[in-house]
Every structure is written in C-alpha cells, then in structure tokens.
C-alpha cells in the first residue's frame, strides 16, 4: 500500500483510470467509499486547504492479521491524524469506532486526532476528553490537517505489531471485555449464522474446528459475552483446568464456567442455560461425550463445540475418535482457517520443525536454540532464570530427580488456550527424526501423555518468541539448526 495525496485520489476516483490507479496504489474502494471520499476531499477544497497538504496519507490501512482498517490515517511527528468516513452511521457506532481507534492507535505513544465525516449529513464528530461524541465544525478539521507535522512514509507495517492487539481472554481478561479487539471476518459470520441457526430451534449440535491462531476460543468466548449482554445465559464448558482468566470471568463478568468433571455432575441441570459451549472437546473422552450428546439431544439444548484435533497430549485422546463423533451428530460445522493470532514465523519454523519437508525457514530473530549436555543443574539453572520467558514443562517432568523443583512451573494441560509472548521449552533425548523427516518422540518414565502432543501445545502458545533448549540430542540441534539456517 502506498501513501497518497487525497486530491489526487478523488481525481483518478473521478477519471477513467480509476481501476488502474486504485491496483496501482493497492487499495479496494467500495463504491459507496468512493462517493462519501470524494465529498470529503469537495469539503477539504472548500476550506481552501492547499493540495500539498494534503500529502501522505494511507487510505484503507489494515492491521496486518488483525483486521483492524483505517479510512483515512496519516502519521505525524505532533500527533497521528485519523479521519473515518461513513455515508450513514449512527451516533453509538460512530463513539465505539472512535473509541476503539483510539485505543489502537495510542499504543504508538504519539498524541492523536481522531475525526469522523458523515457524507449524507454532511457533519463532523470528534471524542471530547472524556470520550463523549461531539460534533465540530469544518475549521477544525482543516486546523488538524495544517498543523500536523506530517511524516513521510513509505508504509505503516512497522509501526504496528499485531501481538499488541491480539487479546485472550484469559490472559488480557479486562481488555476482552472492553471489546478492545476485532474479530475476523470469517468469525464475525460464524456468529452470525449461530444467531440465525440458535434462535428458532433447539438441540442443535454445532462444531466448530480451528487450529492454534485461528481464533476459535475467542470466537466462543466472544459469543458468550454477547448472549449475556442481551440477557441470556450460555455454559462455557473447559476441557482442562480452569486459569484465572477463568475465574475472573466467573467473579467479576457474570460467566459461568466449568471443568469437564464438574460438568458431568451437573448434567440435570442444563436447563437453567440457553446455550452450552464446550471448549478444548478434543480433548472429552468416548463417555463422556456419548453421555453430553444423549442428554442434550433429549432435552432439546443447543450445543456448541470447540476443538482442535492437533491439540491432543495422550494417546488415549488420541484414540477417543471425540472428532469424528462431534462431526456425525453436528448440524453445522466450522472451520476456522485464517490464523491470526499466531507469528508468521513461528507458524513457518513449527510446521518445519515438525516435518522437515517444509524446507528451512532461514535465520529468524524471534526462534532461538540453546544447547547443553545432560547436566540437569545447569539445565535446570538456565531454564528457570529465563525472566520474560513463560516456561512451560512436559507433564509429568522428565527430570525425574529434580521433578519437585519444576513443580512451580506450569504444563501444557495447565496452559490450554493461553497466550504468552515469549516461550521457553526444552527437547530431550527422547525426541528424534524419523526416515520421513517427521518429529517423534519415545514415551520414558512410563509417563501417559503424549511428548509430541505436549511440545506442540507448548509452542503454540508462543505470540512473539521461541527458545528451544536441546538436552544432551545433538541430532535433533542439527536438524533444527539446519531448518534455521
């Protein structure tokens, strides 16, 4: 995308270079945009604004993997001037646009001006200092426009990282419900064709599968937030241990959560909710989903499910088939496919890592490998001491003799659905390449869970950087340097 003059962009809007010039500058104009932009630009020339002024702007800007556009936005050295046009809005869409612009827009520490154009009404609204809709008049625009020190750039990727903006519920639980994120297209629809399937009819069974990034547990949470605010009553169902992003959900938001085994107990009671939606249902096993599926079948309750099948970490999940039967019983399934809470790099190093087919993916800045021979103190040292890391251990430890000591340090059951910048975790002697290239690991210790399954969890919950600390493996170091290499 390209910065542009606004008088020039009105003019080609205008011409019968429209399309090439609007290729040309990488914008997609929706016609009723171009209309409510070029009387912008009409009003901006009435205030006799010099053309030059008008210089170094970004229309249409989108937040890589966020999803988050600017009509019209252009940075300054002052302060980030920020204009919304709309043909027809009303007063509270026009307040929570502003509002939510301006919070991803202060994450740049810059002053901001925020400005929003009606076309059909031909008026002007801004935020007051205490966030409150106001209108103003034409001068004041034109005063911004002048004043501003505005820089010259060639693009805005830089300047905003998408990690800043991706909100998990459990993990950013205060930014979730001031609505301080956006939701994908794709999950703005599915929401919508829930609302359309849940409101006329009843025992529906609705699957949604998406992988790590895609967004599927905010989808859920998402909409629970939604039923409650119009007075219903949904059951979020966790299919692992509550965090205290859950619990603050329950004792401060009015949520009503649960463990998989607590949930069982209550089965007699789902007719105190309107909607059940069971999170992490990879993981549920044979009877307990046959049991769910039967009650709320008979009882006529909607029922949506979770899951990612790659999130697996035993080989008895892995032999429960929960899947295939959510998939035979579903009215309606989902697939999330547009990742976007995941690092682009992280996202190409893991599908290398776990199948060398993948190709190498090059020196990356956020994927670093540490290595040491199987001195446990040193290892256990050097781990622990990793301060803006969230380190995550294998369930049970595979340091069998200082397994207490690790005991502080949570494991990828306990970290389900989370989010944290940086990751730390560590491969063992167990872990080897196959003829195929593919990662495996060999079950020690007689330990239940699935190694593979656990290191994948672990990763993916990693927004910003990996380290992976090698133990006493020097195949596995070469493999994976070679990958980054």
Not at 150 to 159: E, P, Q, T
Not at 195 to 223: C, F, P, V, W
Not at 225 to 248: D, F, M, S, T
């Amino acid at each position: 995308m390209k910065s542009i003059n606004l008088i020039s962009l009105a003019n080609a809007l205008l011409s019968n270079i429209s399309d090439e010039y609007v290729k040309y500058i990488d914008i997609k104009p929706k016609d009723t945009e171009k209309k409510s932009f070029i009387k912008l630009c009409q009003k901006l020339l009435d205030l006799q604004i010099p053309i030059y002024s008008l210089n170094d702007f970004f229309f249409g800007y989108n937040i890589p993997q966020i999803g988050k556009e600017f009509d019209l936005l252009r940075i300054g050295n002052n302060y980030n001037l920020n204009i919304e046009i709309k043909s027809i809005s009303t007063e509270e869409k026009i307040t929570k646009q502003l509002k939510l612009n301006k919070w991803y827009l202060s994450s740049l520490n810059i002053p901001i001006q925020l400005y929003s154009y009606i076309s059909d009404t031909d008026v002007f609204y801004t935020l007051d200092s205490n966030d409150n809709l106001i209108t103003v008049a034409p001068e004041n625009i034109k005063q911004s426009i002048l004043e501003q020190d505005a820089c010259s750039l060639d693009a805005l990727d830089f300047l905003f990282e998408p990690s800043r903006y991706l909100v998990s519920p459990f993990n950013a639980t205060n930014d979730f419900m001031a609505d301080h994120y956006f939701l994908s297209p794709q999950q703005a629809n599915v929401e919508q064709e829930l609302d359309s399937i849940l409101k006329d009819s009843t025992g529906n069974i609705i699957a949604i599968e998406g992988e790590a990034g895609t967004g599927k547990s905010l989808l859920l949470y998402d909409y629970a937030k939604k039923l409650i605010q119009r007075g219903e009553q949904p059951l979020i169902v966790h299919v692992a241990k509550l965090n205290q992003g859950h619990i603050n959900l329950m004792q401060e938001y009015r949520f009503s959560i649960c463990e998989i085994k607590d949930f069982m107990k209550i089965l007699d009671k789902l007719n105190n909710f309107d909607v059940v939606l069971i999170d992490e249902a990879q993981r549920l096993k044979t009877n307990q989903l046959n049991k769910i599926i039967d009650y709320i079948q008979s009882h006529k309750i909607n029922c949506i499910f979770g899951y990612d099948e790659k999130q697996k970490l035993s080989q008895q999940e892995y032999a429960n088939g929960s899947v295939e039967i959510i998939e035979s019983k579903s009215v309606k399934k989902y697939n999330l496919t547009h990742k976007i809470r995941t690092n682009k790099n992280l996202v190409a190093f893991t599908k290398s890592m776990f199948d060398t087919k993948n190709g190498r993916v090059g020196n990356l800045s956020n994927v670093s490998l540490v290595y040491f021979n199987n001195q446990q103190a040193d290892v256990l040292n050097y781990i622990t001491h990793k301060e803006d890391y969230k380190f995550i251990r294998y369930t049970p430890s595979i340091f069998s003799t200082i397994r207490g000591q690790l005991r502080q340090f949570e494991t990828p059951h306990e970290v389900i659905g989370q989010e944290f910048d940086n990751v730390v975790v560590y491969i063992g002697a167990n872990f080897y390449y196959n003829e195929k290239g593919l990662l495996q690991a060999a079950n020690i210790d007689g330990n239940p869970y699935d190694f593979l399954g656990m290191l994948y969890q672990a990763i993916t919950r990693a927004r910003k950087k990996l380290e992976i600390v090698i133990i006493d493996n020097p195949n596995v170091f070469k493999t994976l340097s070679g990958i980054l290499t």
